[in-house]
């Protein structure tokens, strides 16, 4: 069964550095997103991306985050400046969209700001 | 915006008892419901879903129903096992906007063998 992988598994980081968070979404979606989770609490949306630009975003993805896909295959979020706060398990999603209305998500990557 | 508030945020139950989680939401452009099961450090695992034009959904142990008018909609868990223990979301997105999909704040079911 197809499904959305996710690298690293855990980084850790140094306040101030840049991170990246690689994605790679099942082959045939349209819609890909962001998602983040703080120790304990619920799935956050962040940014959702379609079409090779980004769809909609919350408040929490400020101008220190930014996503990408480089090349048709990869889906990165890259965050410019870490702040302790960013610290949170990432998952990607991906979808169809049409109407299975299903989003898959990948293992997560756990970043650790210090 | 959507918001979907859920409740309890914690749940206790014995052994072979039902559990009920209950979700309402905000945008009456959803039309998409699913749960999630999530396991300690692993990711969010879809266990149902419910379209905006079915009023109730069954597999297995798991039910979900759906109200649209009242916008709520509840997971029921029958004879419940220790292996459903884990935190459960329930969720609302508007599917054909290939819109987000927006989380409630979790409820952390607990059964007691």
């Known amino acids: 069964e197809p499904e959305v992988t996710q690298t690293p598994s855990h980084q850790v980081t140094q306040m101030g550095q840049e991170v990246i968070l690689r994605c790679v979404p099942i082959s045939n979606h349209l819609y890909f997103y962001w998602y983040r989770q703080i120790l304990g609490q619920k799935v956050e949306f962040l940014v959702s991306f379609y079409n090779n630009e980004i769809s909609e975003k919350s408040e929490i993805f400020d101008d220190q985050f930014s996503v990408e896909r480089p090349d048709g295959s990869n889906f990165t979020l890259k965050i410019r400046s870490t702040k302790l706060e960013d610290s949170a398990m990432y998952f990607c999603?991906?979808?169809?969209?049409?109407?299975?209305?299903?989003?898959?998500f990948g293992e997560g990557s756990r970043l650790t700001v210090l | 915006g959507e918001n979907v508030e859920q409740h309890p945020s914690t749940l206790s139950v014995q052994e072979g008892d039902s559990a009920v989680i209950k979700c309402t939401y905000s945008d009456s452009a959803s039309n998409y419901f699913p749960w999630y099961k999530q396991e300690l450090g692993k990711r969010p695992q879809l266990i149902i879903d419910i379209r905006s034009n079915v009023g109730e959904k069954k597999d297995q142990r798991i039910a979900v129903t759906l109200n649209k008018t009242a916008k709520h909609f509840s997971l029921h868990i029958t004879e419940t096992q220790p292996e459903d223990s884990a935190v459960y979301f329930c969720?609302?997105?508007?599917?054909?906007?290939?819109?987000?999909?927006?989380f409630g704040q979790g409820t952390e079911l607990s059964v007691k063998p």
């Open positions: 969720a609302a997105r508007d599917y054909n906007q290939g819109g987000k999909l927006i």
């Open positions: 999603a991906s979808g169809t969209g049409g109407n299975t209305g299903e989003l898959f």
